[in-house]
């Protein structure tokens, strides 16, 4: 159950911290974001292409459990998956591990599909439904890291 | 139940704002940072006080559930409260409401006692756990809002 | 000449930081952006209206001169004055000063006037610049702080 | 003169952008510190290296010049080259080029050496010396890209 298929490494800005000398917390939901934005390229739905489709997706909810500190100059590797898929929203699982291995943060996001048009949440269209619904069983067949 | 004891004004700055015209996502935790530092500071607990008594506090967890958007230039309200106390952490309940009453977001976050000597959890001090209880309870007495 | 006809008050955020203890010296900028915000209302012209009437401005050049360093909790002013205005640019000038007093940074921006619907600069409006020609003629007037 | 030694990869994150669809202008500076960690990092001089010596650097001065907007997913590369060297301060010329080649910004930052044990300005060491100034000739030896 601890299969990721997908991870993006990064490395700790000096800017990210804070004067406790680790990752300021509210940064964490930017290597989420890095994350899913390079989970999805990868999965074949470039951001520039669900605009293009007057679609576009905002983020419903969002949680992070803080389990040990990066610091400046870290390397790491932002873990995602794809949670829970239901009408008109998903989930992104993500798992923020530093480069040896240390799991630092366990993060969950809810992405809320939008009707550009009118702003408000529509269903999942066919295509990115099935994208996702294999990105998702793919996961499954994985070995766990 | 839906009383708060403290809230702090602020604005929206330009800066916090991204493409989709919206206040981003993981600035609502800085938000929730504003609120509760002012909100130390209300009840007599500035953070540098708690430092120099040789303590620190960091975040164990953290969650948002986005309800509605701020745009720039938004006045808003970080209503805050305590949650639940334990042994080494508290919880501190949020809500951002516009200035207008919509409420754009309710947040919580779980503050860990760290020992600044050995960087590790730690009892939260008898006169800050005092502190926080006697806050809980003026929260209780208040009518709602 | 060091007449600052606006100020604006505000508090260093704990995410403002950066693991020197001070404020992370891009946020300088930050601050620009809030006081200029603020004189720009305070000259009776809301970035809204701005937008309203099909323009908008986007900064052109930036430049800080770091003095004294700012830390978590400081209290301090963002001065704000207008500079040079030219065709289609003006200049803000500012200075950041600790709320003793202290001064900690001067900065200028020079904002480029921008048509909207070309997304090219234009001439600054002639309500615009009266504005501002009217602002920096009372700078002149004013007794230093 | 437009030869710069070194290059460093990045993608625009959603959360840097702002509501004019644009990467947020004090931005750039966090792409300038991310270039420069990199850049002193080909040269054998990583930031820990500075600290475990005893000294540090901050910031004295730092200016941007924008000619062309960057957007969300876009790729562009930090270019970083040595400037001035002073007694106690050197400078690092960037330009921030879109992966096609795009010239988006041009910036300079003012280094300034401290002795941490008291932190004031202090000579930069023989060593750090020696290799920005080898890095310096290095420049002006390399053809222009």
């Known amino acids: 159950m601890e299969a990721f298929p997908f991870r993006h490494r990064q490395r ?9 000398n680790v990752v300021y917390y509210a940064n964490y939901l930017v ?30 909810e969002a949680s ?18 794809v949670g829970e898929i239901r009408h008109s929203s998903w989930a992104f699982e993500y798992a923020v591990d530093r480069a ?14 939008i009707d550009r048009s009118r702003f408000r949440p529509t269903r999942i269209p066919a295509a990115l439904r099935a994208t996702l619904q294999k990105a998702k069983e793919a996961e499954g067949a994985r070995p766990s890291r």
């Open 12 to 20: 700790v800005r000096f800017g990210e911290t804070d004067l406790q």
């Open 31 to 60: 290597y989420a974001e890095v994350g899913r934005v390079a989970y999805l390229r990868e999965l074949g739905l470039p951001y520039a292409d669900i605009i293009a489709n007057g679609l576009d997706f905002t983020i419903g």
């Open 64 to 81: 992070v459990r803080y389990r040990a500190p990066l610091r400046f100059d870290d390397e790491f590797d932002i873990n995602v998956r």
């Open 100 to 113: 040896d291995g240390l799991r630092c943060a366990d993060m969950t996001t809810v992405q809320v599909m």
